[in-house]
């Protein structure tokens, strides 16, 4: 199944794109915390996806979780 590879490259360049403040401002107000974090709870995903593309979909989303964290008013 390739179902979860586009979602893995979007949430590469996320975490590449917040690795500073520049990439992490123009996420903020924009609800995307809440939008990572339903990722790796949404049936769909968990029924559709293979599990080790679900389980670097969790990883990603928490790294880019991580990375919005170090900026204070990403938390």
Known sequence: ME???YLIHLLESFANLTFNDYGI???LGK???AQLSN???TPYAVKNLNPEDH???NQLSLR????MSIN???K
């Open 55 to 57: 389980k670097k979909i």
């Open 72 to 74: 204070h008013n990403g």
């Open 39 to 41: 990722l790796f709870q």
């Open 25 to 27: 401002e123009p996420l």
């Open 3 to 5: 179902k979860g590879v």
């Open 64 to 67: 880019v979780l991580g990375n």
């Open 31 to 33: 609800n995307a915390i």
